[in-house]
């Protein structure tokens, strides 16, 4: 699958980006391209955690997308999306799932305004863990946020 995005991602750019879910918040980076997108995402539990357990069950994700530029510049994508959560040596949670985001892309100004929806169905814990952070985290179904392509 990752050989079809090769020709898009050769010409695609860096970007930052930040967002806000229903249960956290989320800093990304990745390569956005014309018909593809990758990027690598951290979360932390700000919305029904105390600031002292925000470091307890932080999240990394990843997500590949094929874009749409049809109805420019809104940009429509879709793709797979995996996660994982983890507590120390206590264990981890690892959820897979799809993703789907519309865009209004900023035209000349490398700015994306993003709301995307996600649902991980394939969820498994390994060892016992002593929040359910993550696991909120990973079921958590939409975000809203903002990217910055350079």
Not at 81 to 108: C, H, M, N, P, R
Not at 117 to 136: A, D, M, R
Request: hydrophobic residues 40%.
């Amino acid at each position: 699958m990752s050989i079809l995005f090769v020709p898009s991602l050769l010409s695609a750019g860096p970007f930052l980006g930040v967002s806000q879910g229903l249960e956290s918040t989320t800093l990304e980076v990745g390569i956005l391209g014309r018909r593809a997108e990758q990027h690598l995402s951290f979360s932390l539990p700000t919305i029904n955690a105390a600031p002292e357990d925000y470091f307890k069950a932080p999240v990394l994700g990843v997500t590949v997308s094929v874009r749409t530029l049809r109805f420019k510049p809104l940009v429509l994508s879709a793709g797979i999306k995996s996660q994982i959560s983890w507590e120390s040596t206590d264990g981890y949670v690892l959820g897979l799932g799809g993703a789907i985001a519309l865009s209004y892309e900023f035209i000349g100004r490398g700015g994306v305004l993003f709301l995307e929806g996600s649902y991980l169905p394939w969820i498994t814990t390994q060892g016992s863990l002593s929040t359910n952070l993550g696991e909120k985290q990973l079921r958590q179904w939409i975000r809203l946020g903002y990217r910055q392509a350079f």
